[in-house]
């Protein structure tokens, strides 16, 4: 169950999107999904928190 948690919040995301694409307001939802891949590429790639001694 643990691994379902870690989907959950790709699957808001993505529902956002498709609601929002569906009500017609592709560039906010463009905005999101754009966002969102900004943060993901951030928490990935930003550096190790160095910790004190």
Do not use: D, E, N, Q
């Amino acid at each position: 169950m643990a691994g379902v948690k870690a989907f959950l919040p790709w699957l808001a995301v993505l529902a956002v999107v498709l609601l929002l694409s569906a009500l017609r307001l592709r560039p906010l939802a463009m905005v999101v999904s754009l966002t969102w891949l900004a943060w993901c590429v951030w928490t990935w790639v930003r550096p190790a928190r160095r910790r004190g001694p």
